[in-house]
């Protein structure tokens, strides 16, 4: 196989995502990596979009909604992790990039080394966001790519401890910063005044305290007649999303007492789109607020349900974000501390240009390999009997990587059988999701009663 520096073919990527905003972050991700080329001959990049089969599986608006990453939607596809790869083992990627929760990421690193390609991809993975639980389990099931990003020189440092913690090699860690950043600095405009509350699906969890964040949102407007108040879904109800919701608070709204005021709307779409015409950027502890911040847009982190680790905004503690409700509607706008913010990767400094000229070296020096080294994860049938063959049974695969018997099948099948396959897989991804969003929460509170 000849070194990757004499490849005259385009760099051929492909983005393996779970959900709507993984897809984001690894579509855009490859595109920062593989800006310019510059240490291959490669005259194009080529990327290809696949979405792992799952509870969460993007709908065609969520991927619309998600905003230009540069791949068609039309042309991306679903498969199961087998059918993954299948197509890695016959399509010569030079690059993968597995935007995917941790378990699937330790499934494919296995199952990708049991390939034992001649020339194999390099691998790359990381996190969307802001990691603030898990950070010991997340860590080591992603540890084994060949570069492991972090959004910020925080991040990198707590994944470097970790891995070298438990005695794994911690080479893989890069600093980057969040691949959807952008857009321009915030300016104040004397005839707009809008509040954005950006939701979350899975924080909080119960009915009560989403209750109380969307009534304290609908009073903020009441208060504030001449604002427009935003709440930012992340979806509509029967999709899913990174994590799951249980309770929409479209659904809670419809049950709103009075109504809700003229000037409150529930809004979708890209983030960034409704950033341009935020002045304050309210959360619990959405990712959304590095985005915000980057911008410079005013941006509060609530309070009001305390500060603990279940909901995220521990995160924030140092950051000068940290406030209430109460406040925010005497008008009070929270100052960041910019050493804290320094720290995380929001560049607003203006350094974001270079954010990843560390990460895009570290890739094209891997591409200009004779040959890359064989993929090595900390966890193996020997360091974690008891807990790597359920996770890798969970994506049909044997302990060693391999496809488990029975989970191979033809990757197309056409006609009926494939129009019956589809319509069976879809009432089953229907069912589930009512499962989550109306049933379970009704067995929950008869189980309070």
Known sequence: MPPRTEKTTALRVAVLADSDTRWKWGALTARRLTAGASGTSAQRVEISGLLLRGRATPTPRQLAEVGDVGIDVDRVREVTAVEFLHTVRDEDYDVVVLALVGGAVQAMLHGLAALRLPARPVVVTGYVGVVYEKLADGLLLRHGADVVLANSRHDAERFRAVYEGVGADASAVTEAALPFLGGEPHRPQADRDTVVFAAQPSVPASRADRTYLLRRLVEHARLHP?????????????????????????????????????????????????????????????????????????????????????????????????????????????????????????????????????????????????????????????????????????????PDGHPLPGAERPREVSGVRGAVRDAVREAARGAYRQGVQRVAPVIRRMGEL
Request: aromatic fraction near 6%.
């Open 226 to 398: 001449d604002r427009e108040v935003l709440l930012k879904l992340r979806s509509k109800p029967g999709e899913h999303t990174t994590h799951i919701e249980e309770l929409p608070y479209q659904r809670l709204a419809e049950k709103l007492p009075g109504g809700m005021p003229p000037n409150f709307r529930l809004v979708y779409g890209h983030m960034g789109e409704v950033l341009d015409r935020t002045d304050l950027l309210v959360t619990v502890s959405s990712t959304a607020a590095l985005e915000s911040l980057h911008r410079r847009i005013p941006t509060a982190i609530l309070t009001d349900l305390g500060v603990r680790e279940a909901l995220g905004n521990h995160h924030f503690i140092g950051s000068g974000l940290l406030t209430s409700w109460d406040h925010l509607d005497g008008g009070h706008r929270p100052e960041p501390d910019g050493e804290w913010l320094a720290g995380q990767g929001v560049a607003a400094d203006g350094t974001y240009a270079t954010a990843y000229d560390n990460a895009r070296a570290r890739v094209e020096a891997l591409l200009a390999a004779a040959r890359l080294p064989d993929l090595a994860p900390y966890y193996t049938p020997a360091t974690a009997p008891g807990y790597l063959p359920g996770i890798l049974a969970r994506h049909h695969l044997a």
